[in-house]
């Protein structure tokens, strides 16, 4: 299937065009047919002499429903631009061929109707100049009565061979369907209309919607049911657990975790100074339609904060209208979708310059380089393509685990960490191990993923979750000959655990304790039993020799102990798997 939407001025005969091409009535609405104009957007569809089939989104062409139009326009991927042998070029033949050129269409037919009431010859020739000069370009034209049918052989093959041109679409690409309508079908629910223009949809595939996640209840294209459509088509999607109020004109059902959503972006204009611009304008892309505020930075670039997120990708082109005119105002081709804060007097003419530099997709080695790193799962929703192997990475840029790292960005945060981990063994010499967490806050790591390898590369040691220079160990100051002469006790006395009144005489309070515990010198029990970390490997040797099952009784007179130590040290052995209870009273060693 293609699809191709009409242009052109108001009663230049789009609609009857339309009409003789499919015998299908494209004005949905009955104040349409009784006016006789366009209103809002209108499908219909035939069949080319190849066989294939062509269904056309049909848009009003009075300014004041420029916003339809421009609905209408947004996802085709190519267009039949109509002007009438009568009345020659007007004046929204002009906006609607601004529209196209806004948008970037490179597709273009130019169809000359009422050729009975007039020498189509001059409307032509003028046409063809002013579609030459836009992106379309060079535009086969052909002449047509929609009345008399004279023309419309010729209109079809026409036809034929602009969708021959078209680029073949991405069938594997992920979905974002600009909704163009919804409604309420009874016993099926909510359904929305749209121009799928890459990627499938299939029954039951699942779909976000606004942060959303719903399940496609059933699918059709041109009128009839299918299980699964491909890119490009007209489609009506099914959707299950949605109210029709929820969705309409202007939402996008998303491939889910694809499309990052933004309110605000950085873009580059055409066709304006902007400066000249009002700072509240309205954006059109796709089918959505949303107040924008518009901040020069310098040159033809802008920073646009939309009114609401929406899902956008660098690349995208758009258009800026100014709604107290009903006109176009510039075009807009989105350039970075996840812009830094502009903080520091000064820095938007610094982004300016440094998105001068760029083209109109973003670079990857000045992304991650702009941000230090960037997880590789972000590249597509930024317009930066599939993941790319190391072989293909760009000079300076490495990866590390699931994230692209900037070399500068990795060799400054190595230094800063050691800096980091040194400050905390000074300020905390009896716990100079930094958690991974506060190591990263404080270098301003984007993720704490990043801390095993750039630990690694600044030869810094992580056991446990903590950071440490190799051989650091916690320092207990004026609490070490006390710390020394526990250790000696326990030696000769294994389980002769001190009491707490014992441990403060020997200044070994619970910091003194827990940096002893984490330098492997000591093992703590609960709050107040502490021994040697070989104490329970002693204690297994002991119970081993035991008749099996013993009490507790029997294992605290073996292990020449109080009940105050040997309920936690057997606990404890219980824990690690070493011992099992048999019952209430006793305990066995497992073989």
Not at 485 to 493: T, V, Y
Request: one cysteine or more; glycine letters at 10%.
């Amino acid at each position: 299937m293609h699809v191709v939407a009409t242009a052109g001025h108001v009663d230049h005969g789009k609609s009857t065009l339309v009409r003789a091409l499919t015998g299908m009535e494209p004005d949905r609405w009955a104040e349409e047919r009784r006016r006789g104009m366009t209103i809002d957007l209108g499908y219909a569809w035939t069949r080319l002499p190849s066989g294939a089939m062509l269904a056309f989104v049909d848009v009003p062409g009075h300014e004041r429903f420029i916003g339809n139009m421009l609905a209408g326009l947004g996802p085709a991927p190519a267009v039949m631009f109509v002007v009438a042998a009568d009345e020659g070029w007007r004046r929204q033949s002009t906006e609607h061929l601004a529209a196209i050129d806004a948008l970037g269409l490179q597709h273009g037919l130019l169809v000359v109707t009422r050729s009975d009431l007039a020498d189509p010859a001059p409307a032509t020739a003028e046409a063809q100049d002013r579609l030459r000069a836009t992106s379309v370009g060079q535009a086969e034209a052909v002449a047509v009565s929609g009345v008399t049918g004279e023309g419309l052989p010729d209109l079809h093959a026409a036809l034929q061979r602009l969708v021959d041109r078209l680029p073949a679409p991405e069938h594997s690409g992920r979905v974002r369907l600009w909704v163009d309508r919804s409604f309420t079908v009874r016993g099926s629910g909510t359904v929305v209309t749209g121009t799928l223009g890459a990627g499938s949809l299939a029954v039951g595939d699942e779909l976000e919607l606004g942060g959303r996640r719903l399940r496609v209840r059933g699918l059709q294209s041109l009128g009839r049911s299918q299980e699964r459509v491909e890119a490009v088509a007209r489609v009506a999607v099914n959707l299950r657990a949605v109210a029709r109020e929820d969705v309409g004109r202007g939402d996008a059902l998303l491939t889910p975790e694809a499309w990052p959503l933004t309110d605000v972006v950085d873009a580059r204009l055409t066709g304006i100074d902007p400066p000249a611009l009002p700072a509240h304008l309205v954006l059109h892309l796709g089918t959505a339609s949303v107040p924008v505020r518009l901040r020069a930075l310098g040159g033809d670039t802008v920073r646009l904060s939309l009114a609401r997120p929406l899902p956008l990708v660098a690349g995208d082109r758009a258009i800026l209208r100014d709604p107290g005119r009903h006109a176009v105002a510039a075009a807009v081709v989105v350039l970075d979708v996840d812009p830094p804060l502009l903080r520091r007097r000064g820095a938007a003419r610094e982004r300016a310059l440094e998105l001068g530099e760029s083209a109109t997709r973003p670079d990857l080695a000045a992304e991650v380089r702009r941000r230090g790193a960037l997880p590789e799962s972000d590249l597509t929703g930024l317009g930066l393509g599939a993941a790319v192997g190391q072989a293909s990475l760009p000079p300076g840029v490495h990866r590390r685990g699931g994230w692209l790292v900037d070399d500068g960005a990795w060799l400054a945060w190595a230094h800063r960490l050691g800096t980091v981990v040194d400050e905390w063994a000074r300020a905390h010499p009896l716990d100079p191990a930094v958690p991974t967490e506060a190591a990263r806050r404080e270098v301003a790591l984007p993720d704490v993923t990043l801390v095993p390898p750039l630990a690694e590369a600044a030869g810094l040691q992580l056991r446990g979750g903590r950071l440490t220079r190799p051989g650091v160990v916690p320092s207990l100051g004026p609490a070490e000959p006390g710390l020394q002469d526990l250790e000696q006790r326990l030696r000769a006395d294994p389980f002769a655990a001190p009491e707490r009144p014992d441990l403060e005489e020997l200044g070994l309070g619970p910091r003194q304790l827990a940096a002893a515990e984490r330098a492997g010198r000591l093992l703590r029990l609960g709050e107040d039993v502490v021994l040697l970390p070989d104490a329970p490997a002693r204690a297994m040797r002991a119970l081993a020799a035991l008749p099996q099952p013993f009490t507790l009784s029997e294992a605290r007179v073996a292990l020449g102990t109080t009940r105050r130590v040997a309920v936690p040290l057997l606990e404890h052995c219980d824990s690690r798997g070493w011992t099992e209870r048999v019952d209430s009273s006793h305990r066995r060693v497992r073989r």
